[in-house]
């Protein structure tokens, strides 16, 4: 079975805080995704990656920034956490068409 | 069927009844579908997914159902259990790797 983890499950944070969410992958995908999602507007794509050290913008990438390097190894970096970020932080990795999503995290900005 | 509003559409239905969520997809060329299920603070699950060159296919308990013609899509769950209460989305593949997501439907399986 294809194992998505998250680093955490619930993170409270500040105002202006940097905060970092990691993903792992454990069965060699090259492709990795970051999505938000919040009530009504579904899941949005901020980042993904197809390959180590390899970057692409979604479709609202504005106040975050990723690094991939290591293949197994996603981190979604929001550089000064604000309270519009609050949300549901969801990974996903996929070799081909099929993406496989890890437990989501839930952020609150304060 | 899919929304773009603030309110997911919802389905409820009895246990041990059949359940058919529905799906709208923007894409004509689009070749590849995937439904998902979510539980309640838990990530998209992987249910079932079908290619454009099928129009059927069946899992265990679960068929989905493409109509390329008018481009629907359709999950069939039979034998609602309480445990299969859940949001459903369909997502559509967009090209490199990358799909388009449906908004969801909320389903709930009465007792």
């Known amino acids: 079975d294809v194992k998505v983890t998250q680093s955490s499950r619930y993170l409270v944070k500040r105002t202006g805080e940097k905060v970092f969410l990691e993903c792992v992958q454990d069965?060699?995908?090259?492709?990795m995704f970051w999505y938000r999602q919040d009530p009504g507007l579904g899941l949005r794509l901020i980042y993904f990656s197809y390959d180590v050290k390899m970057k692409e913008k979604g479709d609202i990438p504005e106040g975050y920034s990723v690094s991939r390097e290591k293949k197994e190894r996603f981190s979604l970096i929001l550089e000064s956490a604000s309270t519009n970020q609050t949300s549901m932080y969801l990974c996903a990795s996929s070799e081909l068409d099929t993406q496989y999503f890890g437990p989501g995290t839930r952020l609150t900005v304060l | 069927g899919e929304s773009v509003g603030l309110h997911l559409p919802t389905l409820s239905v009895q246990e041990g009844d059949n359940s058919i969520i529905n799906c709208a997809y923007s894409n004509s060329a689009s070749d590849y579908f995937i439904w998902y299920k979510q539980e309640s603070g838990k990530g998209p699950q992987f249910i079932i997914d079908?290619?454009?060159?099928?129009d059927k296919r069946q899992g265990q308990r679960v068929t989905v159902l493409l109509n390329k013609t008018v481009k629907h899509l359709s999950l069939q769950i039979a034998a609602t259990q309480p445990g299969d209460s859940a949001v459903y989305f369909c997502?559509?593949?967009?090209?490199?790797?990358?799909?388009?997501f449906g908004k969801g439907t909320k389903l709930s399986v009465k007792p």
């Open positions: 997502a559509e593949n967009k090209g490199q790797g990358n799909l388009i």
């Open positions: 079908i290619r454009s060159n099928m």
């Open positions: 069965m060699d995908h090259e492709n």
